[in-house]
């Protein structure tokens, strides 16, 4: 049968708005060497390399062959996934099975994204059918919009439901030196009034009903790496490996128009499947923490009734309640989360990584105040797909 | 490592323009594949899709083919590369104990974009792409430094053109079946010296599709089982002017793995057939020389003595090989399904009598910079 | 609908992605390219490990994974590893025909640059050949501040 992995080892960029400092390649190093570090390996220990970014953000065809000077990839196996958004955990998703396949034993994946480079709504449109979709959509923005519409209407959730998961991703990135954005006018203010601050301000750009400025994620450039290894290496490299408990994936959906807007159908299938082959029955209770992929605001109050954690329409209760605040029973993005980070093609890994520092307890000031037995890590992107990846403290059986 | 088969597979006839869209290319290639094993899409756990954004025009170009591959309702994922890379990654979750079944479908419609715009996007933004620079353009470079390191000519070049153009017309699915002289190949027109249009493959469309099963998935197919005996995969330095372009060392460390791990020694022996990523003549003699099947310098004697052709000790691209149908990103897997059939026997007209062990080849990157290497048998 | 059933045929629809870019050079490249601007002078970094000078400067050596940090001057000549007349046209080409490329190991340094061949007759180019740099008249801060090498 298949080997039992486990993270051990992180490292990211401080994420910016613009690294003009650095190209590409030179980003990618970066990131590499601080996993490394971070392992206390060398490029010599590793014995395989998945990479991945969105092609178009940077205009760079075969990034993999492109960067192999910087990311250790000369004379080593290497391999590009790419799936859009869910890019990042897709690859922690392909270096975990490059692992458990017994055939490496140390396995680097690297996450990355210079979107200070291009258009960045410009190269998404072009991942719409250029026929049929292409010449009318908004792109990103318009069909999260959509979402938030929807869910809105349907259970009477209002913008400031929208704004106070806003306000817990700012608020928790302020823990988090290597978030991209830092909202430090927002410490010491109580998130009600910031609620009300945000819904209420008139600088607070209006992109697409409901959708604000504050709503959304930013453009960053940014990289990170996760190093994966196998049992009986993995437990003499880290002191706590954060061990892979189950893993899955649903890309579902192929036209903007098929997706189901009601409910985020992906997320909830991709979810079962992890909580079955996890054996979990109550995620709520049994999940310590969670790192979302959540674009933008509405989601962390409707997919997290996807994923189960509450009922339909109960999303904006375990938010207000501070259920998923720092000091919660669950919290969500303790890293910030993707509203306070987003360089693409790193933003899904990162998720795994910060999840894995968790089970590690070695996130500092961003550490969650509790032992961390289950990290639930997910990944989103393109026509709603879901990745989710468990880390725990246990070796599974 | 766990025994590993392939258990079905489907090809598109490759041409230089097909009516359909890709997803639908990638359809046909997936119910040819799991009709092949008689099987349906819900005998398969999982499934990964191989594709490029660039050559598809669109961002996250493999959302275009979820359904198409039967990704609905499936952990899927894709790998941008080669199709014989992606089908590593099909072998390698399957060995993970997480699926027993997997499907690898790799597509492209070279026709609906330009090729040479599409190549020079693989270089450096910064210090190569201004020149203008592509892939055919790149090959012609390493040609010459080849041709200078070996002695090979450009006569030995065109020998390669004539034997897989020929073997081409035994070849249902290849593009380019030509019947031609060394002379036909020497005055072709130049493309980028010393290539001629006879030395480079042609633009394809085209989709390719593997069904993978371990032991215990085998019992949903009816299609005996071929084996993947070995597989490696290496990449060299991207940096052109820094690599050694006369020697593939990254072949060399992908076919050692493979080697190894298939107990080969020595592979001009024991291989009874190999198909190999012929994506301009010249790298055929190279790839010769990275597999080990001749001393450094020294493919050019394999093609003289006609080592390779069909009837030769070891016949190299009985389909026509690559110069014979380029569909880029599927032309691993096509070569993986050849050597598949090759040991089947299902290889009709450019069947090599009874063989029992194949080697498939998959490159990617310019000047074959990514090597990943299969050793399918019976 | 029937009539449009009898007359339909494939339709082909054309369209370009015009995505725009603005790379990061990043500090490394963009102190060649401004030494290529200014001073007219070609500079390399070398590997503190295996001693290997790259042109074009890269600021990790790919063989040892270790930091290029010294700068080295190299020579404006080198000679010719390989070449390729072109004789084809698409949009990203710099100049009609005859389009040359060239690999040049400049003098001081242990790989070569891909850059344009000019200022000699194709029949003319051989292996080997000494070339030197050509600067542009005009120059941006681009590899193309080398308007391309020519016999020296």
């Known amino acids: ?397 | 490592m766990e025994n590993i088969a392939i258990v079905g597979v489907g090809q598109t006839v490759c041409a230089r323009r097909r009516e359909e869209t890709f997803e639908q290319l990638v359809f046909e290639a997936a119910t040819k594949a799991l009709a092949d094993a008689g099987a349906e899409i819900g005998d398969i756990d999982n499934v990964v899709t191989v594709s490029n954004d660039f050559w598809d025009g669109r961002t996250t170009s493999s959302m275009a083919v979820q359904e198409a591959a039967g990704g609905w309702h499936k952990d899927i994922s894709t790998v941008e590369g080669d199709g014989a890379f992606g089908a590593f990654y099909g072998v390698m979750r399957i060995l993970s104990g997480s699926f027993d079944t997997a499907l690898v479908v790799g597509h492209i419609k070279g026709s609906e974009g330009v090729m040479n715009l599409i190549t020079n996007a693989m270089f450096d933004p910064i210090y190569q792409r201004s020149l203008g620079i592509d892939a055919t353009a790149a090959a012609a470079l390493q040609a010459r430094i080849y041709m200078q390191m070996s002695g090979a000519t450009e006569r030995d070049f065109a020998r390669v053109s004539v034997k897989n153009h020929g073997q081409a017309m035994k070849n249902p699915f290849a593009q380019l079946p030509m019947k031609l002289t060394l002379k036909d190949v020497l005055e072709s027109r130049p493309i980028a010296e010393p290539l001629k249009l006879l030395d480079c493959s042609p633009i394809s469309d085209g989709a390719a599709a593997v069904v993978l099963s371990n032991r215990r998935g085998l019992k949903r197919f009816k299609k005996d089982p071929v084996w993947i005996r070995g597989v490696g995969h290496c990449t060299d330095a991207f940096n052109l002017g820094y690599r050694d372009l006369a020697r593939s060392r990254s072949l060399g460390e992908a076919a050692k793995k493979a080697y190894k791990m298939a107990k080969i020694k020595d592979p001009l022996k024991e291989l009874d057939v190999a198909e190999l990523y012929d994506a301009y003549s010249y790298m055929e003699l190279m790839w010769y020389e990275g597999l080990g099947l001749a001393p450094e310098g020294e493919g050019k004697q394999l093609i003289r003595e006609g080592a390779t052709a069909l009837g030769g000790v070891l016949p190299v691209n009985p389909s026509g090989g690559v110069l014979s149908g380029h569909p880029v990103i599927v032309a691993g897997l096509i070569r993986l399904i050849e050597a598949t059939l090759q040991v089947r026997g299902e290889a009709d007209k450019r069947q090599v009598k009874g063989a029992k062990t194949a080697l498939a080849q998959g490159i990617n990157g310019p000047c074959g910079q990514a090597h990943c290497v299969f050793i399918v048998g019976a | 609908m029937a009539k449009a059933r009898r007359k339909a045929r494939n339709v082909v629809y054309a369209g370009r992605i015009k995505v725009p870019y603005a790379w990061s050079v990043g500090a490394t490249g963009s102190r060649f390219l401004t030494a290529l601007r200014d001073d007219q002078e070609i500079w390399g970094v070398k590997c503190p490990k295996c001693k290997r000078v790259y042109v074009y400067p890269i600021k990790n050596c790919g063989e040892c994974f270790v930091p290029t940090e010294q700068w080295v001057k190299v020579a404006n000549v080198g000679t010719l590893e390989s070449f390729t007349v072109v004789h084809y046209k698409h949009d990203m080409q710099p100049r009609k025909r005859p389009l040359i490329y060239g690999l040049v190991k400049l003098d001081g340094t242990d790989g070569a640059l891909l850059h344009l061949i000019g200022g000699v007759e194709p029949a003319k180019i051989k292996l080997g050949m000494r070339m030197k740099a050509v600067f542009a008249r005009q120059r941006a801060g681009s590899i193309l501040d080398i308007q391309h090498f020519a016999p020296a």
């Open chain 1, 1 to 397: 049968m298949g080997k039992r992995v486990a993270v051990v080892g992180y490292g990211q960029t401080y994420q910016r708005s613009s690294r003009k400092d650095v190209n590409g390649v030179e980003l990618i190093n970066e990131a590499v060497r601080v996993a490394l570090a971070d392992a206390e390996l060398t490029i010599k220990d590793i014995d395989a390399i998945v990479i991945g970014n969105m092609d178009h953000f940077e205009g760079i065809n075969y990034v993999d062959m492109w960067s192999a000077e910087g990311s250790g990839a000369v004379m080593k196996p290497v391999m590009k996934v790419t799936t859009g958004g869910t890019t990042g955990t897709s690859v922690a998703m392909c270096a975990y099975y490059h692992v458990a396949s017994g055939m490496f034993d140390k396995v680097l994946a690297i996450g990355w994204e210079k979107n200070s480079e291009s258009d960045t709504t410009g190269a998404i449109i072009t991942a719409f059918h250029p026929v049929w979709e292409r010449p009318n959509l908004g792109g990103a923005v318009a069909g999260l919009a959509i979402e938030a519409s929807k869910y809105m209407h349907d259970y009477g959730a209002t913008e400031k439901d929208g704004a106070r998961v806003a306000v817990r991703e700012r608020l928790h990135a302020l823990n988090n030196p290597y978030a991209h954005l830092h909202q430090e006018w927002m410490k010491g203010i109580p998130p009600d009034q910031l609620v009300d601050l945000i819904v209420g301000s008139e600088q607070n750009q209006l992109l697409a009903y409901p959708l604000r400025m504050s709503d959304m994620c930013p453009r960053t450039d940014g990289a990170a790496a996760v190093i994966f290894a196998v049992e009986g290496k993995a437990e003499k490299i880290a002191p706590i490996p954060a061990w892979v408990q189950a893993t899955a994936n649903r890309h579902n959906f192929v036209y903007a128009g098929d997706v189901d807007m009601a409910r985020n159908t992906t997320i909830a299938e991709a979810s079962q499947a992890v909580f079955r082959k996890a054996g979990i029955k109550e995620p709520l209770k049994q999940i310590d923490v969670c790192e979302l992929y959540l674009p933008y605001s509405y989601a962390g109050l409707k997919w997290i009734e996807d994923i189960g954690f509450c009922g339909y329409g109960e999303g904006p209760r375990l938010l207000w309640d501070g259920v998923t605040d720092m000091d919660g029973e669950m919290p969500i993005n303790p890293s910030g989360g993707v509203m306070s980070s987003n360089a693409i093609g790193a933003t899904a890994l990162i998720r795994v990584g910060e999840g894995a520092l968790q089970v590690m307890g070695r996130a500092g000031a961003r550490q969650v105040n509790r032992k961390v037995n289950l990290a639930f890590c997910s990944g989103f992107g393109g026509c709603y797909w879901a990745d989710i990846m468990l880390l725990g403290r246990k070796k599974p059986a």
